[in-house]
């Protein structure tokens, strides 16, 4: 479960990205993030990487407060989400088998268990016969599910996408955002931070809509210019036991990489 309660954000230069936003992500969940450039979507994400500390309100993931996460902890938070960018980020001197090997690498995954998780992650994403080549050589919406590939392949509880479509055609974002489901009914959390019109109607998810740093919509199933009134969702129904910052945390463990 992913909670923002009453969630605040103030830079240094004195904008104001977040005030006092609150809603509730149930694990399982596909939840489209809309606004105008601007409107604070990616300052969700930061607070949710823990490249930014909310200046006021909790930001909580599995009952734990991120924002007061010891900075050495944030490491092993990260091995639990995926991200997908807009510009995919690939590194173009390795290839796309070494792109994916890459981020289990990164984690202490070991050899063996990359070499048996990445061929069955490029064959999820329709590119296994592409695991030699290197990202110069594929095409725009090829990059991109390689980019999936190396968001999905440590088995993460959610996955985040920055405008993932930005930089391709109608077709490859259709394929895009079938591949995101399909991986979405596997039981991981998917949340698309966007403003592409067409795609958020199409796909008739739930969608949160901030604008100016406020949350003013939050339906179920909703459409990009869809005016409704804000639908209350269920809250924790309790405090974090343990918020690490210290001490071993409660509840369910962080999902380890391959399992």
């Known amino acids: 479960m992913l909670e923002f309660r009453g969630v605040s954000m103030t830079y240094q230069t004195g904008t104001i990205a977040?005030?006092?936003?609150?809603?509730?992500?149930?694990?399982?969940?596909?939840?489209?993030?809309?606004?105008?450039?601007?409107?604070g979507k990616s300052t969700l994400i930061k607070l949710l990487t823990c490249e930014e500390?909310?200046?006021?309100?909790?930001?909580?993931?599995?009952?734990?407060?991120?924002?007061?996460?010891?900075?050495?902890?944030?490491?092993?938070l990260r091995r639990n989400i995926g991200m997908v960018f807009q510009d995919f980020r690939l590194i173009y001197t390795k290839t796309v088998y070494e792109n994916v090997a890459f981020?289990?690498?990164i984690v202490g995954a070991p050899r063996s268990t990359i070499r048996r998780r990445v061929p069955i992650v490029l064959s999820i994403v329709g590119l296994r016969d592409k695991s030699g080549a290197r990202p110069g050589e594929l095409s725009g919406g090829e990059q991109q599910?390689?980019?999936i590939a190396r968001a999905m392949v440590n088995n993460p509880m959610l996955i985040l996408a920055?405008?993932?479509?930005g930089n391709l055609d109608p077709t490859?974002?259709?394929?895009?955002?079938?591949?995101?489901?399909?991986?979405?009914?596997?039981?991981?959390?998917?949340?698309?931070?966007?403003?592409?019109?067409?795609?958020?109607?199409?796909?008739?998810?739930?969608?949160?809509?901030?604008?100016?740093?406020?949350?003013?919509?939050?339906?179920?199933?909703?459409?990009?210019?869809?005016?409704?009134?804000i639908r209350t969702r269920p809250s924790?129904?309790?405090?974090?036991?343990?918020?690490?910052?210290?001490?071993e945390p409660a509840?369910?463990?962080?999902r380890e990489v391959g399992t």
Do not use: W
């Open 18 to 39: 977040l005030k006092d936003v609150s809603f509730t992500i149930q694990d399982g969940e596909f939840v489209f993030i809309i606004g105008r450039s601007g409107a």
């Open 53 to 76: 500390r909310p200046t006021s309100g909790k930001v909580l993931i599995d009952r734990y407060d991120v924002a007061k996460i010891r900075r050495g902890l944030i490491p092993y």
């Open 103 to 105: 981020a289990m690498e």
């Open 145 to 147: 599910r390689v980019a």
């Open 162 to 165: 920055d405008e993932p479509t």
């Open 172 to 229: 490859n974002s259709e394929t895009l955002m079938a591949l995101l489901e399909e991986i979405n009914h596997t039981g991981t959390t998917v949340i698309i931070c966007t403003h592409d019109r067409e795609l958020v109607d199409r796909m008739k998810k739930r969608v949160i809509e901030i604008d100016g740093g406020c949350l003013v919509r939050d339906d179920a199933i909703g459409l990009y210019g869809q005016s409704c009134p």
């Open 236 to 247: 924790l129904k309790s405090e974090p036991d343990d918020e690490l910052s210290g001490g």
């Open 251 to 254: 509840g369910e463990p962080i």
